[in-house]
Each structure stands twice: as structure tokens, then as C-alpha cells.
């Protein structure tokens, strides 16, 4: 598990926006609440914000240096496709 949370060097910040009650962000909630620790612990000097706001679609935002920025929507998506989407957005390419 380590290894799937060791992001990029050129990763400056990850982003998740969310609804803190609805159903469609259940996924995402307990997500955050099983990864942030493992992703903090793996990379200290990452700001990870979350933030929660009713109504809001989930989706994760990373900004890498150079301003440059990706979001992905996260409705829908289980647990496991939540983590694969943001690996793919904080991992090094190969």
C-alpha cells in the first residue's frame, strides 16, 4: 500500500470536494477515511484538503507545479474505482 500512494514529484496539492451527507458521495467519504492516513503518513509535504459543502458532486482535483491542474468526477464510483482514479492522477507516469 505504500507504494500506491507515493505521488509525483511535480504534485503540489490534491483536492477533493464532496457532499457530507448525500449518497453519492458515500463512497468518496469512506474512502478519504481509509486512504488520508496512509496518503499524509507517505507524503508529509502534500497539502491534501478536503472539502465538504451540501449539494456539492465529488471529485478530486490535482495541481501540479506550474499551475497545471486535472479534476476527476468521483460520482458513482466505488471505493476501489475511487482509488484507482486517484492514483492516476498523483502517481509518476510510467
Known sequence: MTAKYAFTQSLREVR???CQSS????????FITRAYPTMKRNNPNI????RE?????PRVFARYERGTEKSQPLDGLTDKQI???VS????PSQ
Open 16 to 18: 477533493f470536494l464532496f
Open 23 to 30: 449518497e453519492q458521495s458515500a463512497a468518496v467519504r469512506s
Open 47 to 50: 497539502p491534501i484538503l478536503i
Open 53 to 57: 459543502a451540501a449539494g456539492t458532486q
Open 83 to 85: 482509488e484507482e482514479t
Open 88 to 91: 492516476n492522477l498523483v502517481q
